[in-house]
């Protein structure tokens, strides 16, 4: 909301402000005259959910003591702010374990994403082989081709003009086709996509119904191995890390 100032409710937010950052640098400071700075292997900066504690507890300060300048450095650094909920994670095991375990899958999940891409351009450039320019079709089901896809007809209600439409998904280029696949992968309406696909008769050609009814298993495979396999494959090994990390 757009506060003006000298509003009760800016004045309260400010000053709040300043008191958890005051708070969170006495804890930073009781911590490292307790911990040791940095040398030793137990010291304060050693820990890395201490270091993200010192980074948003410095970053408030630096937006405190800079306030009233508009430069692009100092609001990179009000922004920084918005990072004081993950001071949780120093303070809560699980959550630690929670992060811990997704940087030490970081490895296992980057092959994992390189192989989703891969397989996304697979099927992406099947896809646009076989459907290309095929997604088409007439507003009037008795027409044949787009050359006849003119004038006006009557469909039992009123006169329409003929139009000649693509659909909203297609796979009439690489970068639409996999943004298509990507559609089919959430499972969102992913029929009907495949039944454009099997009504298709060819380019400028009006769709006909299961004309090539095979090609549905074109997308029962991918949602098969884009869907189902690698997205259990996934989440199964930031799990398996997870658990190993509690088994630590």
Request: charged fraction near 15%.
């Given at each position: 909301?757009?506060l003006?100032?000298?509003?009760n409710?800016?004045t ?5 402000d300043k ?11 009781v ?6 700075f940095?040398?030793h292997?137990e010291?304060?900066?050693r820990?890395p959910?201490n ?7 410095v970053s408030?300060?630096?937006s ?5 300048t ?14 004081r909920?993950?001071?949780?994670i ?11 375990s997704?940087?030490r899958?970081?490895?296992s999940?980057?092959y ?12 992406a450039?099947?896809?646009?082989q076989?459907?290309k320019g095929e997604f088409?079709?007439?507003n009037?089901?008795?027409?044949i081709?787009?050359e006849?896809?003119?004038g006006t007809?009557?469909d039992?209600?009123?006169v ?15 970068g ?19 039944y ?6 060819g380019v400028d ?7 090539q009814?095979?090609?549905?298993g074109?997308?029962?495979?991918f949602?098969?191995?884009g869907?189902l ?5 996934f989440?199964?090994?930031i ?7 509690q088994?630590e």
């Amino acid at each position: 909301p757009q506060l003006q100032e000298g509003d009760n409710l800016l004045t309260f937010l400010a000053t709040a402000d300043k008191v958890l950052t005051g708070i969170f640098g006495f804890e930073m400071l009781v911590k490292m005259i307790a911990m040791g700075f940095i040398l030793h292997p137990e010291a304060y900066l050693r820990q890395p959910a201490n270091v993200l504690d010192a980074f948003i507890v410095v970053s408030s300060v630096v937006s405190l003591l800079s306030d009233g300048t508009d430069l692009a450095v100092v609001r990179c650094f009000r922004l920084m702010r918005a990072l004081r909920p993950l001071r949780m994670i120093s303070r809560n095991s699980g959550m630690q374990v929670v992060v811990m375990s997704l940087a030490r899958a970081a490895p296992s999940v980057t092959y994992l994403i390189l192989f989703g891409i891969m397989l996304f351009f697979m099927f992406a450039i099947l896809g646009v082989q076989m459907f290309k320019g095929e997604f088409y079709r007439c507003n009037d089901d008795s027409v044949i081709d787009r050359e006849s896809c003119v004038g006006t007809f009557h469909d039992g209600h009123s006169v329409r003009e003929r139009v000649w439409s693509n659909a909203a998904f297609t796979f009439d280029d690489a970068g639409t086709a996999i943004i298509t696949l990507f559609v089919v992968a959430t499972m969102d309406n992913w029929t009907a996509i495949m039944y454009n696909a099997m009504d298709a008769t060819g380019v400028d050609q009006q769709p006909i119904e299961n004309n090539q009814w095979w090609v549905g298993g074109f997308f029962v495979l991918f949602v098969a191995l884009g869907g189902l396999v690698w997205l259990n494959i996934f989440v199964g090994v930031i799990i398996n890390t997870y658990s190993q990390l509690q088994a630590e």
